[in-house]
């Protein structure tokens, strides 16, 4: 049907309204994207340069060089040496398996090691490196260079790892270092991007993870090419990391190598430490542990047998284990005494071998007693009736007081783990965490070191430090941080009367000096050298009335768990006191005659810084030092030729 002329211009006049309204949509369209590409090419091209430029060159962390740590005498404890690692690029390398087997050929692969590399090769991209052999002799290192071209996708490569030379010897002091865990990262709240670098290591225990910050140093950077899928094409540049902070300790590897070839195979520990400074010079815990098997994670087998050993190898005995202080705490109570004014030294008690306390009797450790004793000759026998009585005038609250003075009941500022603040008892400690009130019987047992009252052979070295200076001495275990030396810890006065504290010194000097002293077996004879100490006896178990009835049994009839703690603490020389010692044999027996010996031996070698002539021992025990010290020379000979194997 022919349209007619009117519906032809109504037609035309809705086509090109239609056409103005879609034109001028595609014409608005075309201005906005216009502006955008304006917006994007000139006003962002700085952005979007800087992102493409992103995407191109990576940044990559270097790890830094760890500090090392060192002895007083410059003697290295913890070192970085070259670590030799096989990795494989398994985008590389292709058939896996077949270049693996190709790789057994020419390296000792650890089973264990090599199917943890397979799970990672898994869960990684595959043109990441993983490692396959850790800790390669330089030689398989060589031979693997050699045959590069049929071991395709394997990387040697050359890194720094942590090692201790002395291996057990200062396990529990300087510690060790492992790869970073989750856990270890759950502990900051933002942590550094170095601690995310595959198999970075960082302190785990003792010094190494006190001073973690001050030890890892600086990571360095470097600018690397990377493809699209982000592989590495090429280095363009880099910045070297700072190296950690070297630390020197106050210890004495001389000193502490005797003190562990002393100990042998006892579950002891002992602590020397300098009277000027506060420097501990030794600071040992038996038996130990080696912490080259921590660093690159140890296997499931030597953990076990660390963990089933009785003696508690792990265990850092010198700071992290507390115990009862036995008589070693007698002249805390004396002092107390004393210094509330309610004895003098010339007063005596009597002494029939048990003192009658609220309904319950208290024995002494000598049966049929001591008789008239005073404050000397209490501490020269250790008579424990004279105790309970000094307990009953001077109240828990002047013994706690005078305790914490002493340097007990707290944790000592020291760079090591777990360090413990033992435990000096009063009456509200007990209601607080028994919920009962404290009784007369409980003071009585505490004026001995027993009952409640618990401290570590650290605390009770510091005791003996401060009884011969007088002073608030303080351990000092760092001596210096990259050649700047750490403030001295020598302390200042601690306020008591020195004619009291002459007065226990006097008494710890006849204990080792005097025939009738319980440490009399164990003096030093050369002039100018003698010691004044003080042994102790801690319990472990309850002795009942039927079995004093029979008869105490000996320590050696017991099982080694029912054995009492041995302990003896002292200072020497006498007459100008230079160091402190603390002995713990556990499960030792007496005093007297498992830990006094230590502790005079440790103290002459202290004193003569090596061997003492014969003539500072006894004359009836020189022909027994002389063969334990050439034992000695042997056994640590040996360990040294072990420890060189090792490396």
Not at 471 to 491: H, N
Not at 508 to 537: D, H, L, P, Q
Not at 588 to 608: E, F, H, K, M, N
Request: glycine share 8%; aromatic share 6%; with cysteine.
């Amino acid at each position: 049907m022919k349209r007619t002329p009117k519906e032809s211009a109504d037609s035309f006049r809705k086509i090109s309204r239609r056409g103005l309204i879609l034109g001028g949509a595609q014409l608005g369209f075309a201005g906005l994207l216009t502006l955008r590409m304006r917006q994007m090419q000139v006003d962002q091209a700085d952005e979007f340069r800087l992102m493409a430029e992103e995407n191109r060159i990576n940044i990559r962390l270097i790890p830094p060089a760890r500090g090392q740590i060192f002895d007083r005498n410059g003697v290295t404890l913890a070192a970085n040496e070259p670590s030799y690692r096989i990795n494989l690029v398994r985008e590389d390398a292709g058939d896996v398996e077949d270049v693996i087997a190709r790789l057994r050929t020419l390296v000792s692969l650890d089973e264990d090691e090599l199917e943890r590399a397979m799970a990672e090769m898994k869960r990684s991209a595959p043109f990441l490196p993983v490692t396959v052999a850790d800790r390669v002799t330089w030689d398989e290192i060589s031979r693997v260079a050699v045959n590069a071209p049929a071991l395709p996708g394997v990387v040697p490569e050359v890194g720094l790892s942590r090692s201790y030379p002395h291996h057990e010897m200062f396990a529990h002091v300087v510690g060790y270092v492992g790869p970073v865990s989750e856990r270890d990262l759950a502990r900051y709240e933002d942590p550094e991007p170095v601690l995310r670098i595959p198999r970075f290591q960082i302190g785990k225990v003792g010094v190494e993870t006190k001073y973690e910050e001050s030890l890892r140093g600086r990571a360095g950077a470097k600018r690397v090419e990377v493809n699209a899928v982000g592989r590495v094409m090429r280095e363009l540049g880099r910045r070297e990391g700072e190296a950690g902070a070297d630390i020197q300790l106050t210890v004495d590897t001389r000193l502490q190598d005797y003190i562990n070839a002393r100990l042998g195979e006892q579950s002891a520990s002992v602590v020397v430490m300098d009277l000027e400074k506060g420097d501990l010079l030794a600071i040992a815990s038996a038996p130990s542990f080696d912490p080259n098997k921590f660093v690159r994670g140890i296997s499931v087998a030597d953990y076990g047998v660390y963990r089933e050993n009785e003696r508690r190898p792990l265990a850092s005995k010198t700071v992290q284990d507390a115990y009862p202080p036995g008589s070693t705490f007698k002249m805390v109570t004396a002092l107390a005494a004393m210094d509330a004014g309610l004895i003098s030294p010339s007063e005596t008690v009597w002494c029939p071998g048990h003192l009658q306390v609220g309904g319950r009797r208290f024995h002494c450790w000598k049966r049929v007693g001591h008789g008239h004793m005073n404050l000397e000759n209490s501490l020269r026998e250790s008579c424990d009736v004279y105790y309970y009585d000094l307990a009953l005038k001077v109240g828990i609250d002047r013994i706690a007081e005078m305790s914490r003075r002493l340097g007990l009941g707290y944790a000592p500022d020291i760079p090591m783990s777990a360090v413990t603040a033992g435990l000096i008892p009063d009456k509200d400690w007990k209601e607080r965490e028994r919920g009962q009130p404290w009784v007369i019987g409980d003071t009585v047992n505490v004026s001995i070191g027993q009952g409640y009252v618990l401290s570590s052979p650290l605390q009770q070295a510091i005791l003996a430090a401060r009884l011969a200076t007088g002073r608030s001495i303080e351990p000092r275990l760092v001596k210096s941080i990259d050649g700047v030396e750490t403030p001295s810890r020598g302390g200042e006065s601690l306020g008591l009367n020195e004619n009291h504290l002459r007065q226990i010194r006097k008494a710890m000097f006849a204990v080792s000096n005097n025939r009738r002293g319980t440490a009399w077996r164990s003096r030093i004879v050369a002039e100018g050298m003698e010691m004044a100490g003080k042994t102790g006896t801690s319990q472990v178990r309850n002795i009942t009335a039927a079995e004093r009835a029979r008869g105490v049994t000996r320590n050696e009839d017991l099982p080694w768990k029912r054995r009492d703690h041995a302990l003896f603490v002292n200072f020497a020389p006498y007459a100008n006191p230079q160091i402190a010692v603390s002995v713990v044999v556990e499960h030792g027996g007496g005093g007297s005659s498992a830990a006094a010996p230590i502790a005079r031996d440790v103290t002459l070698q202290a004193l003569y810084k090596g061997d003492p002539p014969l003539e500072a021992y006894p004359a009836a025990d020189r022909d027994k030092i002389a063969e334990q010290q050439e034992q000695m020379k042997r056994e640590r000979e040996e360990r040294r030729q072990v420890s060189s194997s090792r490396a």
